[in-house]
């Protein structure tokens, strides 16, 4: 960056930027930087635990500035300008999004096939769905080894994958785009190997929120995957505020006609510390769209590859990276 003095500098995606780059950038720009980014998606990514460490890897330009502040309090700010017409999402998505994360500032300019999507299955005519699995006997594990927050629950990536795979082969509707978001590396890894064993990989595929973070799919199945035994809600999905609010955010923004969430949400509602981001997306969501509670039958068609898939994900986890499966 050094080798030329530009007059302007535009920097994309500044969101996931460092204050640090961010200043280099401004040091070879001699009139202008324009800074480009979402201030509520996922914020830069840093192994740094030392506090000088986030104040300049782990912060973006916008709360540098304070311009998340700003727009928290619901306040202009003087070098920050919001586009505030969104295209990619149907209006009740879009409204669970605004509310939650811009202040109920963002406008929906929708069309005609973003529309059409909401008639797909699951949940033909609806566009935001809750799905509680309480009633099913399903546990969440931790898996240290990946890392110290993921975890997995077998009941939830079954009762997952049985929603993406009937928007997948919907027989009424060319085939859609499908995907199935996790929070959690553990979680993704069991549902990426159920995706292959239902061969839905040429409509479908799963991945942990940071990995969609940018794209869209026609068709979000959101697998919260915390519940018993565990104490609560991690870091993730209730234990730092602001991490939990980038996140839930990204997830549900990736629809373009449909979302549905699915979680133990007794367990959610009961354990989640008061305020967080997530409660409030949960609320919205139901002020949205039904809240339907799972049967057992539900995980019928994939229950029983289950013991074969968590064997199979195990396996091609390299030694010592993985923990026991639940049975």
């Not at 961010?22 to 506090?51: K, S």
């Not at 399903?138 to 009937?166: F, H, I, K, W, Y």
């Not at 602001?242 to 354990?271: C, I, M, Q, W």
């Amino acid at each position: 960056m050094w080798g030329f003095a530009p007059d302007a500098v535009l920097l994309d995606e500044a969101g996931v930027v460092g204050v640090a780059p961010v200043l280099m950038a401004a040091a070879v720009a001699r009139h202008r930087l324009c800074a480009f980014g979402d201030f509520r998606q996922l914020a830069p990514i840093v192994r740094t635990r030392t506090d000088m460490g986030r104040r300049w890897l782990a912060r973006d330009v916008f709360a540098a500035t304070g311009a998340d502040a700003a727009a928290r309090e619901g306040r202009p700010h003087p070098h920050v300008t919001l586009l505030d017409s969104q295209y990619r999402m149907a209006g009740e998505i879009a409204e669970v999004v605004s509310s939650l994360a811009y202040g109920s500032r963002l406008r929906t300019v929708e069309r005609t096939a973003t529309r059409r999507l909401a008639g797909r299955r699951p949940f033909p005519g609806e566009r935001v769905v809750l799905v509680d699995v309480s009633a099913l006997p399903g546990r969440a594990v931790r898996d240290l080894a990946v890392a110290p927050g993921s975890r997995m629950n077998e009941v939830s990536a079954a009762v997952a994958l049985t929603l993406a795979a009937q928007a997948a082969h919907d027989a009424d509707h060319d085939a859609p785009a499908v995907a199935i978001i996790t929070p959690y590396r553990t979680q993704a890894r069991l549902l990426a190997a159920g995706v292959r064993d239902l061969a839905l990989t040429a409509r479908a595929d799963a991945a942990t929120v940071h990995r969609f973070q940018g794209s869209e799919r026609d068709v979000v199945v959101i697998d919260l995957v915390d519940a018993p035994p565990l104490p609560g809600p991690s870091r993730l999905t209730g234990g730092d505020t602001d991490a939990t609010l980038r996140l839930v955010n990204v997830a549900v923004s990736r629809a373009r006609g449909k979302v549905v969430v699915v979680g133990n949400l007794p367990f959610l509602r009961e354990r989640s510390p008061h305020g967080s981001p997530l409660l409030t997306a949960l609320d919205l969501a139901a002020a949205h769209g039904p809240t339907v509670v799972a049967r057992p039958d539900w995980a019928g068609p994939a229950g029983p590859r289950f013991a074969a898939l968590a064997e199979r994900v195990a396996a091609a986890t390299p030694a010592g990276e993985h923990a026991a499966w639940p049975s």
